[in-house]
C-alpha cells in the first residue's frame, strides 16, 4: 500500500514538472513564432524598398542618358557654330580701327596746313588793290593764327594715335604660334575660334584694345567673359617671358594647358 502510494505521487509530480517544462516551451515557441513573422514582414519590407529603388535607379539611369544625348547634341550644334565661324573669312583683330581712325587724324593737319597756304594770296591782293588793305589785312592774320592752334592740336592726337597702331602692326610678324590653352578659360574650342579669326600669339592678345574685345565677344558669344578671367593680363605675363609670376598670379593654369 505505501509502495502504492509513492509511485501514484512520483507519477504526480512527474505531471507536473512535465506540465511546467511544457508550458515554459510552448511560450518560447510562441516568441519564436512571433519573431519569424516579424522578421518575415522586415524582409518583404526590405524587398518592396529593393524594388522602389531599383526603380528609381532605373529611372536615374534613363535621365542620365538623356542628358547625355542632349549634351553630345549641344557640343555637335557648337561645333557646327564653330565650323560656320570659321568657314568666313578672318578678320584682323589687332587694333585695326585705331589705323582707321589715324587717317582722318593726319588729314585733319594736311587740310589745315592747305586753308593757310590759299588764305596767303588774300592779304597781298588786299594791299595791292586798295588803301583800305590794313583793315582787311588784320582779320586775314587772325584767321590763320586762329587755325594754327588747331593744327598743333591736331598734330598730338595724330601722333598717340601711330604710336598705338605701330606695335600692333608690328606683333603679327612673329610667325611661331603660341600655346593659347596656357590661358585660363581657352579650351580647344576657344583656341580654334581664335585661331580662325587670325589669333596665334600671347602678344596678339596682350594688345587687343576695347573695341577687340567687343569684337571677339560677338564671334565668341561672351559676355564680359574676357576681363573676368583675365585673358590679356594672363597673355601680358606670357608673351614678356616672366613664367614665375605667371605661375604666382595665376597658380590653377596649367604648364602646357588647362583641359
Given amino acids: 500500500m505505501g509502495t502504492f502510494f509513492y509511485v501514484v505521487l512520483a507519477f ?11 508550458g515554459r516551451l510552448r511560450g518560447e515557441l510562441d516568441s519564436l513564432r512571433g519573431d519569424l513573422d516579424r522578421t518575415r514582414s522586415e524582409r518583404d519590407k526590405l524587398r ?13 539611369g534613363k535621365t542620365r542618358s538623356d542628358l547625355e544625348r542632349q549634351l553630345r547634341e549641344a557640343q555637335a550644334s557648337s561645333g557646327a557654330g564653330g565650323a560656320k565661324a570659321s568657314s568666313q573669312p578672318p578678320a584682323a583683330l589687332m587694333s585695326t580701327p585705331a589705323v582707321g581712325k589715324s587717317a582722318p587724324a593726319t588729314a585733319k593737319p594736311a587740310a589745315a596746313k592747305a586753308a593757310p597756304a590759299k588764305a596767303a ?13 590794313p583793315a582787311a ?19 598730338p592726337k595724330a601722333a598717340p594715335a601711330a604710336k598705338k597702331t605701330a606695335p600692333a602692326a608690328a606683333k603679327p610678324a612673329s610667325g611661331k604660334p603660341d600655346n ?15 585661331k580662325a579669326q587670325g589669333v596665334t600669339t600671347f602678344a596678339q592678345i596682350a594688345a ?9 565677344e560677338d564671334v565668341m558669344n561672351f559676355d564680359g567673359r574676357i ?9 601680358k605675363l606670357l608673351a614678356a617671358g616672366n ?14 594647358s588647362n583641359t
Fill in 12 to 22: 504526480l509530480v512527474g505531471v507536473l514538472v512535465g506540465w511546467f517544462i511544457w
Fill in 48 to 60: 518592396a524598398d529593393s524594388d522602389r529603388l531599383t526603380g528609381e535607379l532605373n529611372a536615374c
Fill in 121 to 133: 594770296p588774300k592779304p597781298a591782293a588786299a594791299k595791292s588793290a586798295t588803301a583800305s588793305a
Fill in 137 to 155: 589785312k588784320a582779320p586775314a592774320a587772325k584767321a590763320p593764327a586762329a587755325k594754327a592752334p588747331a593744327k598743333t592740336s591736331a598734330a
Fill in 180 to 194: 593659347l590653352r596656357r590661358l585660363i578659360g581657352i579650351g580647344p574650342v576657344n583656341e580654334k575660334l581664335l
Fill in 208 to 216: 587687343w584694345t576695347s573695341a577687340d574685345i567687343k569684337r571677339i
Fill in 227 to 235: 576681363a573676368r578671367e583675365r585673358w590679356i593680363e594672363q597673355a
Fill in 243 to 256: 613664367e614665375a609670376e605667371f605661375a604666382k598670379q595665376f597658380p590653377t593654369a596649367g604648364t602646357a
